[in-house]
């Protein structure tokens, strides 16, 4: 059975793993408390830039011995950013541990050099003018910086084009040493794992990180203003789009909140691909491409979303369809015929995910750097089997009612 094991070193960083002599694999992962939330109005988007820029080189290697040791290694491996962290991690044979560890903690010393930030500043106003003309064309982050505001929680992942072309080197350089500080870093680890190796490793690899610069608190936002490139509109004016994007965000439970189980429950109920309410009513019956609701959790809040994608003149008519679904929920609660259904397909997926490490990383490392708590996989599986119809009904009452903030992309 898998074992959960910890340490924390005398730097701060904190070393978890969920370790099991009987996979094929281990999967490893840099987890940073460093996200678009943590930003101030010039570190606009720097959390995601940053996560470019540590494959960049560092004293020891450059961006060509960087790459080209991940693949040597064969496994997968990648990085993401979100409002409240970011992520380095990859899966790799067991055999490969120490040289996997010995890289991903190099990554995280990277070189920051004025000519790669330079280069990379590019590829990032291309990615975002990337994401901008896909669909919804920015529909959700409008959403989040008009409920949430446009800082904080609100403020964008990928910061926008006037940020990322107004920062400078010398601000991500700061940014970098006030939030990667070993205190500020969690290193999670699942699969066949050699803990006390990795600890050893680490300790040792890490026992200078604690003497990087401490750079001042940059000085507030005016939160009077709005940041320089974005707009709180809530219909946003799209040339030659052939769909209706409606998205609405409500509250929804935080990462620690009790309800969050039901509430995940709840949203598959209501707006699973398929076999769920809205699917029967939009999906099944071809009125709507996408109709699907969910919840995000975040440290201290939390989002309920609501998505449909149609025909703009079926518009108004699945509007009413899709508040009637959930109306209807609100007044008469779920069934419970639907809610077994429910929480069996989702146990299911749960176990069928966790059989590989790569999987179980993510969670492990994500809750442990927000929460500081531990939950195993049957602990997930006995919180699911034992959500209540009377639980799920409660989670609607409470948040399906909630005035929501209506964003509208279409042409």
């Not at 494959?55 to 496994?75: C, I, M, P, Q």
Request: charged share 25%.
């Amino acid at each position: 059975m898998p074992e959960f094991k910890q340490a924390t070193l005398p730097n701060g960083l904190r070393i978890i793993a969920e370790t099991d002599p009987r996979g094929y694999s281990a999967a490893l992962g840099y987890f940073v408390r460093a996200g678009a939330r943590d930003e101030v109005d010039f570190e606009s988007g720097l959390s995601h830039f940053l996560e470019h820029m540590m494959f960049k080189g560092t004293a020891r290697r450059s961006a060509t011995d960087v790459n080209r040791e991940l693949d040597e290694l064969g496994g997968n491996s990648n990085a993401y950013t979100s409002e409240e962290q970011t992520v380095y991690y990859a899966t790799v044979l067991p055999k490969f541990q120490d040289r996997l560890v010995d890289l991903l903690t190099d990554m995280m010393s990277p070189s920051l050099a004025e000519d790669d930030f330079n280069t990379e500043r590019q590829v990032i106003l291309e990615e975002i003018a990337k994401y901008e003309d896909q669909p919804p064309f920015g529909a959700f982050e409008r959403a989040m910086e008009v409920y949430f505001g446009p800082r904080g929680l609100g403020r964008r992942v990928l910061g926008t084009a006037e940020s990322i072309r107004a920062v400078s080197a010398g601000a991500m350089r700061d940014y970098f040493n006030r939030r990667y500080r070993p205190e500020n870093i969690v290193l999670a680890a699942t699969g066949n794992v050699d803990f006390d190796g990795l600890v050893d490793q680490v300790t040792k690899a890490t026992s200078e990180w604690s003497s990087r610069p401490l750079p001042s608190q940059p000085a507030a936002d005016d939160t009077g203003t709005v940041p320089e490139g974005i707009e709180l509109e809530r219909r946003l004016s799209i040339a030659d789009a052939h769909q209706a994007y409606l998205i609405r965000i409500s509250a929804g439970p935080s990462i620690t909140d009790e309800d969050r189980y039901a509430t995940r429950l709840l949203a598959s109920i209501i707006g699973d691909e398929g076999g769920s309410r809205l699917f029967w009513e939009l999906i099944d019956t071809g009125r709507a491409e996408v109709a699907t609701v969910w919840s995000q959790e975040f440290l201290d809040n939390g989002a309920w979303f609501t998505y449909l994608s149609c025909d703009p003149g079926d518009l108004d008519s699945n509007r009413g369809l899709f508040d009637g679904v959930i109306q209807r929920v609100v007044d008469d609660g779920a069934e419970q015929s639907e809610l077994d259904q429910t929480i069996n397909k989702a146990v299911a997926a749960l176990i069928m995910q966790s059989e590989r490490p790569g999987n179980r990383l993510f969670g492990l490392g994500s809750r442990w750097l927000t929460t500081g708590k531990y939950h195993s996989l049957d602990t997930q599986l006995d919180r699911l089997r034992g959500v209540s119809v009377e639980q799920v009904s409660a989670a609607a009452k409470k948040y399906l009612v909630n005035e929501p903030v209506e964003i509208i992309a279409c042409e």
